[in-house]
């Protein structure tokens, strides 16, 4: 860095502020007034980062995330960062503070989703993190990500109060049934084969990120499975023999899409009905929670 601090105007002057690593590279320029206490920031410049060393570091941080979350590629853009750092008599105490700039990657795997290249551009205003709505092909159809992330609270708070189609047609496959729909009904764990396709729709959503999410958030979806054609194995291979269903190599199973809501940290449902040949319905009712507990309910009728 090269830089000057003068006391008496108590400014910081930043003719190059420099960071070069294999994960993250960073050049501002600018300065900072009222440094010793607002912090007012007008810096400047650009950054670029890897995604396979930033992936490198989540998953030594968070080896849950190793075969869940993969990012390809690069990313970078100018960033430009304005407006007081430091006021402690605001939540947060960077809310008057702005910045903005793009987040690219090449492909990547999350929770099972193909995602193609994409470019995200989200903007720090007011104590908000706000994505906008954007598309991104995935798994042979779209997903629409947007939100608002809000730091006005301890613990940052997860918004998606519109409706959105954050899945639309994406093609199933025994690894978005594991990673993705499993967490939706654990049932879909124990596919050893899945085909069809998904779309998923939220609203009204307010999830904290911290570790409340186990015990707080509100919100409703629904999701819909078409032409499903899955191979079962475990407990649902014991749910189709006492219905005495007949083995086949692939079960064609038709769904009457379900509705959900977010509650105390846990999705929420009445009636997920999966219906095989023969009209032989499994229906479940319960719940699954955010730290991986289930609370549910599987009705197998009745054959001789």
């Known amino acids: 860095f090269d830089s000057t601090l003068n006391l008496e105007q108590d400014v910081l002057d930043i003719a190059r502020l420099q960071l070069d690593s294999q994960t993250l590279a960073l050049q501002l320029a600018g300065k900072v007034s009222e440094f010793s206490e607002r912090r007012n920031l007008a810096l400047r410049g650009q950054y670029r980062g890897s995604w396979d060393a930033i992936m490198a570091l989540l998953h030594q941080f968070a080896p849950a995330t190793a075969q869940t979350v993969v990012i390809k590629g690069t990313t970078g853009s100018p960033i430009e960062i304005t407006g007081p750092a430091y006021q402690p008599d605001l939540l947060p105490v960077f809310k008057d503070m702005a910045s903005g700039l793009d987040l690219t990657w090449d492909s990547g795997q999350v929770y099972g989703l193909e995602l193609a290249a994409a470019k995200i551009s989200p903007v720090l205003r007011e104590g908000k993190l706000q994505i906008p709505l954007t598309p991104i092909p995935a798994s042979g159809g779209t997903v629409n990500l947007g939100a608002v992330v809000d730091f006005q609270q301890d613990s940052p708070l997860l918004l998606m109060r519109d409706r ?8 199933i496959t025994r690894r978005l049934a594991h990673d993705l729909l499993s967490r939706i009904n654990p049932i879909f764990g ?92 499994l229906r479940f009712r319960g719940s699954v929670g955010f730290d991986d507990t289930v609370n549910m309910y599987m009705s197998v009728p009745v054959r001789p």
């Open 190 to 281: 124990f596919l050893t084969h899945a085909e069809g396709s998904a779309s998923l729709w939220l609203q009204g959503v307010e999830l904290p990120l911290g570790s409340e999410i186990t015990s707080q958030g509100t919100g409703q979806g629904h999701l819909d499975l078409r032409e499903l054609k899955v191979r079962p194995g475990g407990l649902l291979i014991e749910a189709l023999a006492l219905g005495g269903v007949s083995k086949q190599e692939l079960y064609t199973v038709q769904t009457e899409g379900v509705n959900f809501r977010l509650q105390d940290g846990r999705i929420i449902y009445d009636n997920f009905a999966m219906i095989f040949v023969d009209n032989f319905d």
């Open 164 to 171: 959105i189609t954050v899945m639309d047609n994406i093609l």
